[in-house]
């Protein structure tokens, strides 16, 4: 492997970047390549940290093949350059010195709900800009899933520690083990003095499967297993339910948690999973095998029972795939994990908002809701994405909040 220097050297610094045209946050590779090389890391970091507050985060667990590294020019004809390399090591460089610089308060308090990927960037952008942010957390600690949702082996917890440490530094009123809609309803934080508020719950409600079987004590649930798996005692063999990045992250924790064998359960084909091509790879070598097409059907004490699943590519070159409940297998099972994707929690309900028919908050554009000052953005608006999605989302409702609190300071 090149060292970071040489592959930042492999940079064109092209005028029209389309790895920078590609990121979903726009992160500016000609310059933070530029600025690295000439010696000025701590410039290239502030430029870093201010388009993307996670950016040390993004930069470790961004699908790069679909970004930045997938439309290097460099990648046409040979390696593309690695940017997420250098991105990464400038990132941590710059949390790790990080001098807080002097901010202007300006006395109009915001408060933040949920401490996810887009809670934490919203936070730290509305800190910058001189707003007093209280910043609630249903868990003990900032995340969401970041910290319950995705593996230490792919993101190192201290990169959150020291997150919090700066939004403490900055500070931020930090609430853990306080939910919004459950211990404090949105409408209460208004006439405490809050002038806007920031929805970026996420959607911890894991989805089922609706098979019999499901409520067996060897069946769990994705998000439980990942937020705590040494609790949990699967036995040898472990059969997974789905193909995402979340089943990739359950496959290879397990393994790491000393079970020998690990099978992923996916009723596509290969060549359709919606993981990160990159994930599915590292699983493969880690030891986790692969079933494709096949269906759950049902759940036994020791086995998940499926069905073979015919794929046809139909003349106006969609896909179509049928059960064929003639070919039955039964793959054997001490414990089953259930990997489908998550919805809102319940408690969503209860936040006085307009919602849509999936449960998501109903939102424009610029992430405002149908209730005056409540803004969000994150899963909770767009049901599962990549973390830097929800990042780019947030900066766009950070502009629409700005505009609202000037315009609601204005009319006093």
Same mark, same amino acid.
């Given at each position: 492997?090149?060292?970071?220097?040489?592959?930042?050297? /492999?940079?064109?610094?092209?005028?029209?970047?389309?790895?920078?045209? *590609?990121?979903?946050?726009?992160?500016?590779?000609?310059?933070?390549?530029?600025?690295?090389?000439?010696?000025?890391?701590?410039?290239?970091?502030?430029?870093?940290?201010?388009?993307?507050?996670?950016?040390?985060?993004?930069?470790?667990?961004?699908?790069?093949?679909?970004?930045?590294?997938? *439309?290097?020019?460099?990648?046409?004809?040979?390696?593309?350059?690695?940017?997420?390399?250098?991105?990464?090591?400038?990132?941590?460089?710059?949390?790790?010195?990080?001098?807080?610089?002097?901010?202007?308060?300006? !006395?109009?308090?915001?408060?933040?709900?949920?401490?996810?990927?887009?809670?934490?960037?919203?936070?730290?952008?509305?800190?910058?800009?001189?707003?007093?942010?209280?910043?609630?957390?249903?868990?003990?600690?900032?995340?969401?899933?970041?910290?319950?949702?995705?593996?230490?082996? /792919?993101?190192?917890?201290?990169?959150?520690?020291?997150?919090?440490?700066?939004?403490?530094?900055?500070?931020?009123?930090?609430?853990?083990?306080?939910?919004?809609?459950?211990?404090?309803?949105?409408?209460?934080?208004?006439?405490?003095?809050?002038?806007?508020?920031?929805?970026?719950?996420?959607?911890?409600?894991?989805?089922?499967?609706?098979?019999?079987?499901?409520?067996?004590?060897?069946? *769990?649930?994705?998000?439980?297993?990942?937020?705590?798996?040494?609790?949990?005692?699967?036995?040898?063999?472990?059969?997974?339910?789905?193909?995402?990045?979340?089943?990739?992250?359950?496959?290879?924790?397990?393994?790491?948690?000393?079970?020998?064998?690990?099978?992923?359960?996916?009723?596509?084909?290969?060549?359709?999973?919606?993981?990160? *091509?990159?994930?599915?790879?590292?699983?493969?070598?880690? !030891?986790?095998?692969?079933?494709?097409?096949?269906?759950?059907?049902?759940?036994?004490?020791?086995?998940?029972?499926?069905?073979?699943?015919?794929?046809?590519?139909?003349?106006? !070159?969609?896909?179509?795939?049928?059960?064929?409940?003639?070919?039955?297998?039964?793959?054997?099972?001490?414990?089953?994990?259930?990997?489908?994707?998550? !919805?809102?929690?319940?408690?969503?309900?209860?936040?006085?908002?307009?919602?849509?028919?999936?449960?998501?908050?109903?939102?424009?554009?610029?992430?405002?809701?149908?209730?005056?000052?409540?803004?969000?953005?994150?899963?909770?608006?767009?049901?599962?994405?990549?973390?830097?999605?929800?990042?780019?989302?947030?900066?766009?409702?950070?502009?629409?909040?700005?505009?609202?609190?000037?315009?609601?300071?204005?009319?006093?």
């Amino acid at each position: 492997m090149s060292s970071i220097k040489k592959e930042a050297e /492999r940079c064109l610094r092209c005028k029209k970047a389309l790895c920078s045209e *590609h990121c979903p946050v726009a992160t500016p590779v000609p310059q933070i390549t530029e600025l690295f090389l000439n010696g000025e890391i701590k410039k290239a970091g502030e430029l870093l940290f201010n388009n993307n507050p996670i950016s040390a985060v993004t930069s470790l667990i961004c699908p790069h093949e679909k970004n930045c590294t997938g *439309h290097c020019v460099l990648g046409r004809k040979g390696a593309p350059v690695e940017f997420y390399r250098i991105e990464q090591y400038i990132s941590r460089f710059y949390l790790e010195t990080m001098e807080i610089p002097e901010i202007k308060r300006n !006395g109009i308090k915001v408060a933040v709900a949920g401490a996810g990927p887009a809670g934490i960037t919203m936070t730290i952008l509305m800190l910058l800009h001189g707003y007093d942010v209280t910043l609630f957390e249903s868990e003990d600690d900032i995340g969401g899933v970041l910290r319950y949702g995705i593996p230490p082996f /792919r993101l190192p917890r201290d990169l959150l520690d020291l997150l919090k440490d700066i939004m403490l530094r900055m500070g931020v009123r930090f609430r853990p083990n306080t939910r919004i809609g459950s211990n404090i309803m949105i409408e209460d934080l208004f006439p405490d003095g809050y002038k806007a508020v920031f929805v970026s719950t996420g959607t911890g409600r894991p989805r089922k499967l609706g098979l019999v079987g499901e409520t067996l004590g060897h069946v *769990h649930f994705a998000i439980d297993y990942l937020k705590s798996p040494y609790s949990f005692r699967l036995g040898r063999r472990v059969v997974i339910v789905g193909a995402g990045n979340v089943a990739i992250d359950v496959a290879r924790t397990a393994i790491r948690c000393g079970h020998s064998y690990v099978k992923i359960l996916h009723y596509m084909g290969k060549d359709d999973m919606t993981a990160n *091509h990159d994930e599915v790879e590292m699983a493969e070598i880690d !030891g986790v095998e692969f079933i494709h097409n096949v269906q759950a059907v049902r759940i036994t004490e020791d086995a998940v029972r499926c069905v073979h699943v015919e794929r046809t590519e139909n003349p106006d !070159g969609t896909l179509s795939f049928e059960e064929d409940y003639s070919q039955v297998i039964d793959v054997p099972a001490d414990s089953v994990i259930i990997a489908i994707g998550q !919805g809102p929690s319940a408690d969503i309900i209860s936040a006085g908002v307009k919602l849509t028919q999936r449960g998501l908050f109903d939102v424009n554009e610029w992430g405002e809701t149908d209730r005056p000052g409540v803004f969000a953005a994150g899963d909770i608006v767009s049901g599962p994405k990549t973390v830097v999605d929800a990042v780019a989302f947030t900066k766009k409702v950070f502009v629409r909040m700005e505009e609202y609190l000037e315009e609601q300071t204005k009319t006093k």
